[in-house]
């Protein structure tokens, strides 16, 4: 059943983003000649009185062609005679909708919360080693972890945990202490086992202090969780290029659709499988959001820095540049994608079969 839902949610995710494409193009008077759900032959199909409207076999994609490649120049209402703002409002218009379905997906998770936690120390727990001047006191609040700023505990875990996975057994500090600033370099807050009550715990030695969820404050969550999601796809992006994580840690389609198939399985309820699905979606959507606009050609970004890369060129040589240049790199860059695309996806099979 996860696995459906999984498929499901990916697919739907892939629908929004062309969906932004097609509603910026059709408010901005572009000619849209199909707008597709899906990839592969065709299922069902409906004219419109100018755009085809087809579901196609594939769950996984999905395209809104706008003329771009016909090379037609000479149609007012064609994406490639729209001034270049049109273009660029066009081109995001696709993140831009993961990004806000991403945000409304989070705020519906969060609606019912009735607190949470900020990164203001309240107290320690028993046997906390590094409690006093010189280490952590009550009424600290930390800004920040190797640079990484801090705005609810969610924010701690998340890059104490990288820290970890790096092998750090130290990590840079800032707090709020008394309205001042203070660095704290390569100072030991470690994940350990504490007995509360008799019982072991495994934390940081830190209560945090308790924020009341109104609708103002969980709005606000939600903005934050969302830009947060942003900053896990480029601290992900750093980790890669750093070769601190490698290919094998890349995951694909297929490694989507897994990872949210054994959410689904380990929550407790089906209720809790849902909500954790959604809220892993909602990173999702956003990492799509993110990727399609990096300036690499066949992608959002790619196309968006063409903009910018003919202005510049014709403002400079005085004549129009022939869109088929563009579309040639854009062709070969997709080629390019597409055997990438091919080889995580033998990777994510590979990792399922054997194990990761």
Not at 326 to 352: C, Q, R, S, W
Request: aromatic share 10%; with cysteine.
């Amino acid at each position: 059943m996860y696995i459906v839902l999984a498929i499901i949610a990916f697919g739907l995710l892939i629908s929004v983003h062309e969906l932004g494409h097609f509603t910026a193009a059709k408010l901005l008077g572009v000619r849209v000649n199909e707008f597709a759900i899906g990839m592969g032959p065709r299922l069902l199909m409906k004219q419109g009185k100018e755009t085809l409207y087809t579901l196609r076999a594939l769950p996984f994609g999905g395209f809104c062609a706008m003329g771009e490649d016909d090379g037609d120049t000479d149609d007012p209402r064609a994406f490639t005679s729209q001034k270049r703002w049109r273009r660029i409002v066009i081109l995001s218009s696709g993140a831009a909708a993961n990004f806000i379905v991403a945000f409304i997906v989070v705020v519906i998770l969060v609606s019912g919360a009735e607190s949470f936690l900020g990164t203001r120390i309240t107290g320690f727990i028993e046997g906390f080693p590094n409690e006093g001047e010189h280490g952590l006191m009550v009424g600290d609040t930390i800004l920040s972890i190797n640079g990484e700023r801090l705005y609810y505990s969610d924010d701690l875990r998340l890059f104490m945990g990288i820290a970890k996975q790096r092998g750090d057994e130290a990590v840079d500090l800032v707090i709020i202490r008394d309205g001042e600033s203070i660095g704290m370099d390569r100072f030991p807050l470690q994940l350990r086992e504490y007995l509360i009550d008799g019982e072991p715990w495994l934390g940081y030695g830190l209560t945090l202090n308790v924020i009341e969820a109104t609708v103002a404050q969980q709005l606000k969550y939600s903005c934050y969780t969302a830009l947060n999601y942003v900053r896990l796809v480029r601290v992900s992006l750093a980790q890669l290029f750093s070769g601190a994580v490698g290919m094998n840690d890349v995951s694909g389609l297929v490694g989507i659709v897994d990872a949210m198939n054994t959410i689904g399985k380990k929550a407790l309820s089906v209720a809790d499988a849902l909500i954790s699905i959604a809220g892993f979606a909602a990173l999702i959507s956003v990492n799509l959001a993110v990727m399609n606009m990096l300036p690499i050609p066949a992608l959002d970004g790619g196309r968006i820095l063409f903009v910018f890369i003919t202005w510049a060129i014709e403002k400079t040589f005085r004549r129009r540049l022939d869109p088929k240049y563009e579309g040639y790199i854009h062709t070969a860059a997709f080629v390019l994608l597409m055997g990438f695309m091919i080889f995580v996806l033998v990777n994510d099979v590979v990792k399922i079969i054997y194990g990761k």
